[in-house]
């Protein structure tokens, strides 16, 4: 007969005892590995939904400024030898870093400016399926998006300054080549946005690289990178790598407003979990003291046959581990079942994704079985001080 022995025959002869702490600890458990599967697909979707509220990098090529201001009069800043990227090119170098799977769109835009009935407004291409994607925000007020290359999508104040309404035609004269100029047709009026995209024209960028005489040509590309795996700053040192020669500005403020919305859900599950297990590992101390004052004749029984101080002590720290080891591995599959029931309620998109991880498995089991373990020391010691004589003058 060994201590394990002795643990799990004492364990099996209180049966209803252990089982109430197995199920209560499990209980507790389940809670816990829940909570953290939840917290990473939550905290997961929560980044990428944020994503449609706008991009935090900004890809352009490098250009010089320069401020002209001449006998008191100011004229503003001035760009000198405007440049443009190629979108074919950067848009395949930033697919190509090694951190791709943490960037969520990549879209690309050519700015130019013209006249619309008589008034000047900015006609930006865009891909539209990257945008929406970008701007989850945008809701369509008159019309829907343009399904053909020749429609406009117009931001709602600059339809109401240049006095557009669905199906008008927008003339796009401005051109650098050989081809002629087009007539754009408005097929929709955003809501309005409180941003740029309600004094722009939103056109195809194929068709307004066309049409200006600038194939393949942008001049930025906005990337939303998602910032729960790793840094923003190891994004655009790889996109810098890939793309030499080019400016690369992060926003910021973006980043870390993103960051403070993810964080912030995860540790607040995370404060619940620990309350959680603080609870059940004092459960277990408290159940385990208990079966020290109940078993002081089983004790000096065991002191008189030779038992050491330490193989008693040892006895009751395997009896917690033991009912830590089986709630940790009936907990953790109990909890990643829960989970899945969890994320259907919130319907949380995702959720029917979660990896089985049996390495994760185990090592949730060894930590609850040393954790136990360490909420059974105190009566563990209090057992182990027990003397033969103490424990047998009541028998």
């Given amino acids: 007969m060994n201590i394990l022995t002795i643990a799990l025959r004492n364990a099996r002869k209180k049966w209803v005892r252990t089982s109430l702490l197995l199920l209560v600890f499990s209980l507790g458990v389940v809670s816990i590995v829940a909570l953290s599967f939840v917290s990473r697909v939550v905290g997961e979707g929560l980044e990428k939904k944020l994503v449609s509220y706008g991009a935090n990098i900004l890809v352009s090529p490098k250009s010089e400024k320069l401020t002209v201001s001449y006998g008191g009069f100011a004229l503003g800043d001035m760009l000198f030898d405007v440049a443009y990227l190629d979108e074919a090119d950067t848009v395949a170098r930033i697919d190509g870093i090694a951190l791709r799977q943490n960037v969520s769109v990549i879209a690309p835009k050519l700015v130019v400016m013209d006249r619309v009935n008589g008034a000047a407004v900015a006609i930006v291409g865009v891909r539209f399926e990257q945008e929406k994607l970008l701007k989850g925000f945008w809701t369509v007020e008159q019309g829907d998006f343009p399904a053909t290359p020749e429609g406009v999508l117009a931001g709602s104040a600059a339809a109401a300054k240049l006095g557009l309404k669905l199906g008008d035609t927008v003339p796009v004269s401005r051109t650098e080549g050989p081809t002629p100029g087009a007539k754009l047709v408005v097929r929709g009026i955003l809501a309005p946005t409180g941003s740029e995209d309600d004094n722009v024209l939103l056109a195809d960028l194929g068709q307004v690289q066309r049409v200006t005489g600038r194939p393949g040509k942008v ?177």
């Fill in 219 to 395: 001049n930025f590309v906005e990337v939303a990178a998602l910032c729960s795996g790793c840094p923003i700053d190891d994004i655009v040192g790889q996109i810098a790598a890939t793309l030499p020669g080019v400016e690369i500005k992060t926003l910021r403020g973006i980043v870390e407003q993103r960051m403070v919305s993810v964080h912030f859900v995860k540790r607040l599950i995370l404060s619940v979990s620990l309350v959680i297990l603080l609870t059940g590992c004092s459960m277990v101390g408290i159940s385990m003291l208990s079966a020290v004052n109940e078993r002081k004749k089983e004790i000096g029984i065991l002191r008189s046959l030779g038992f050491s101080r330490r193989a008693v002590f040892s006895i009751f720290c395997a009896e917690a581990a033991v009912v830590g080891l089986l709630a940790g591995i009936v907990g953790y599959v109990a909890g990643y079942l829960v989970s899945f029931r969890i994320l259907a309620v919130l319907e949380v998109e995702g959720g029917g994704a979660l990896p089985f991880e049996p390495l994760h498995l185990a090592a949730t089991a060894l930590v609850l079985a040393l954790l136990t373990s360490l909420a059974s020391l105190f009566p563990a010691w209090k057992a182990a001080g027990i003397e033969p004589s103490e424990a047998l003058v009541t028998l």
